[in-house]
């Protein structure tokens, strides 16, 4: 059995300290952890004005937002806020104004 792994103080700022690396155009990516079925956690940095296209969730997709604000189909989510996609949903996503998120998927996203 693997180890657990822990991030200490990641709410309190200590994401900060994590390397991101290019995922679509204005978005960045920082994988924490990727299980070979396909499930993952990862943050994800949008700059300002960007944005993630349509896609549909296969597994359900747990977002919490830990820094600005993004909008889906459905409203505009800010810091602090829990966002659960159910499987079959499907969404686009932007950030008029940037943010970073925490996003925990279940199974890929098939863009669409």
């Not at 991030?7 to 995922?23: A, K, S």
């Not at 204005?26 to 499930?39: K, Q, T």
Request: aromatic share 8%.
């Amino acid at each position: 059995m693997a180890p657990s792994i822990t991030h200490p103080g990641f709410l309190t700022g200590g994401w900060r300290q994590h390397v991101f690396e290019p995922f679509h155009p204005g978005v960045e990516i920082c994988r924490l952890h990727d299980e070979a079925d396909g499930s993952a956690v990862a943050m994800l940095r949008y700059a300002k004005g960007a944005s993630v296209p349509r896609h549909l969730h296969q597994g359900i997709e747990t977002i919490l937002v830990l820094e600005g604000s993004q909008t889906d189909d459905a409203g505009r989510y800010g810091e602090g806020a829990l966002v659960i996609n159910p499987i079959g949903t499907s969404h686009a996503v932007a950030s008029e104004g940037g943010c970073v998120v925490l996003i925990i998927w279940a199974r890929p996203v098939a863009f669409i």
